[in-house]
C-alpha cells in the first residue's frame, strides 16, 4: 500500500473531508487556504481563498455544490465548490471551530472558542438554498460550558446536536430549543480534553479521541458508551471504516513536546483497531509529526490523513487488508 504524498499545505494540517461520492477531498489548514483534492490521484484542483487564519474544520454539501469551513479568523465562510468564490461570511466575536452540515443542508452547525470574556458556543445557522438570500442571523444560540468546544455535530434526523471537548464530557442537545438532554458520566467518560469526534455512515453510533490517550465508541441515542480503544499516546483523530468494522486512530505527542519523542523518522502511526473486539489490527506509519486529521472514503477502500507535517497522506487499500482476521 503505497501511499499518494500531497503536499499543498505550508502549515499543519487540521481537517480532511470527503464529499459523499467519495471523489474529492477537502483538506483544511493553518495556513488560511482550504484545499480540494480528487481523491483517486491526489491531483490538486484549487484552493478556497479569502480566510485570514488558520482553518480548523470543514464540511461540504451532500451535492458537493457548498463548502463551509470555520476559521481562527472569526469567520465561518460558504464557498461555492466548483468556482471557489465565496459565498457569505457568518462573522463572530470569536474564533469559529467546528462546522457541520445538517442532514439536507439547510442547516448548519458552528461553535466558537472562548474568547475575552465570552464562553464557547454552540450556533445553528438556516443555510439558503439562493446564496443571495444568505442571513447571518442564528435559529438557535448554545451558550457552552467551560474551555473550547472541539467538535459538534447533528445526531439522528437533525433532532439533536453533539458535543465535546475541552471539558471531557460529551453532550447531546435538542437542537430545537437548546436544551441539554444527555451528558457523558465520569466514570465512563474520557478523563482529558475530547479531540475530535466521528459519526459511523448510519449514525447509530460515534467515536471520540482523546488526550487520556484512548478511543471511545458511544450510542448516539442513549449516550452509553460501547467500547473504548487504548493508546499509548495522546489521540487527536478518529475515524470510522464505512465497509468493515475498523476504527483508526490517529496522534502523538502536542508539538510543543515532540522533542521528547522517538529520533527515529516516520515514528507517527494511524493504528487500526476492530471495532467490535479491541484488538489492534495494524498500523500505518510515514507522517513526521502527530497525526492531526483523519478521513475515510465513503467506499471504505481508501483513506487519508493530515499531520503537523504539512503532507497529506492519501492510502488505497491493497486487497490483503479487506481479508484480515483476527
Same mark, same amino acid.
Given at each position: 500500500m503505497r501511499p499518494i504524498l500531497m503536499k499543498g499545505h505550508e502549515r499543519p494540517l487540521s481537517f480532511l473531508k470527503y464529499n459523499r461520492d467519495g471523489d474529492l477531498l477537502f483538506s483544511c489548514a493553518k495556513?488560511? #487556504?482550504p484545499t480540494l483534492w480528487f481523491a483517486d490521484n491526489g491531483?490538486?484542483?484549487g484552493t478556497f481563498r479569502g480566510h485570514n487564519g488558520a482553518v480548523w474544520s470543514c464540511d461540504v454539501s451532500r451535492? &458537493? =455544490?457548498r463548502l463551509i469551513t470555520g476559521s481562527a479568523d472569526q469567520s465561518a465562510k460558504l464557498w461555492n465548490v466548483q468556482t471557489g468564490h465565496q459565498l457569505y461570511s457568518f462573522n463572530f466575536d470569536s474564533p469559529a471551530r467546528s462546522v457541520d452540515f445538517s442532514v439536507g443542508d439547510k442547516l448548519a452547525v458552528i461553535t466558537t472558542d472562548p474568547f475575552m470574556e465570552l464562553p464557547s458556543a454552540i450556533h445553528v445557522k438556516r443555510i439558503a438554498n439562493d446564496p443571495t438570500q444568505q442571513i447571518g442571523e442564528s435559529v438557535l444560540l448554545i451558550k457552552g460550558p467551560q474551555g473550547r468546544i472541539n467538535r459538534a455535530i447533528w445526531g439522528p434526523l437533525n433532532t439533536t446536536i453533539i458535543s465535546a471537548g475541552e471539558d471531557a464530557v460529551i453532550r447531546i442537545w435538542d437542537s430545537e430549543t437548546g436544551k441539554l438532554l444527555k451528558e457523558s458520566d465520569k466514570e465512563s467518560g474520557h478523563k482529558k480534553t475530547?479531540? &475530535?469526534l466521528a459519526k459511523s =455512515? /448510519?449514525?447509530s453510533h460515534f467515536l471520540t479521541g482523546s488526550l487520556d490517550k484512548s478511543a471511545r465508541l458511544w450510542d448516539t441515542r442513549s449516550l452509553t458508551l460501547i467500547k473504548t480503544y487504548v493508546t499509548e499516546r495522546p489521540v487527536n483523530a478518529v475515524a470510522m471504516s464505512p465497509l468493515l468494522d475498523h476504527v483508526v486512530i490517529g496522534g502523538g505527542q502536542d508539538a510543543s513536546a515532540v522533542t521528547t519523542t522517538d529520533h527515529r =523518522?516516520?515514528?507517527f502511526e494511524a493504528k487500526f483497531f476492530d471495532k467490535i473486539l479491541q484488538e489492534e489490527i495494524g498500523g500505518v506509519k510515514g507522517h513526521f509529526g502527530p497525526i492531526n486529521a483523519? =478521513?475515510? #472514503?465513503? /467506499?471504505g477502500k481508501s483513506f487519508s490523513s493530515g499531520g503537523e507535517d504539512g503532507y497529506v497522506r492519501l492510502h488505497h487499500f491493497d486487497a490483503d487488508y479487506f481479508a484480515i482476521k483476527i
Open positions: 495556513d488560511h #487556504n491531483e490538486r484542483l451535492d &458537493s =455544490a475530547v479531540t &475530535s =455512515a /448510519d449514525g =523518522a516516520g515514528k483523519l =478521513a475515510f #472514503n465513503p /467506499d
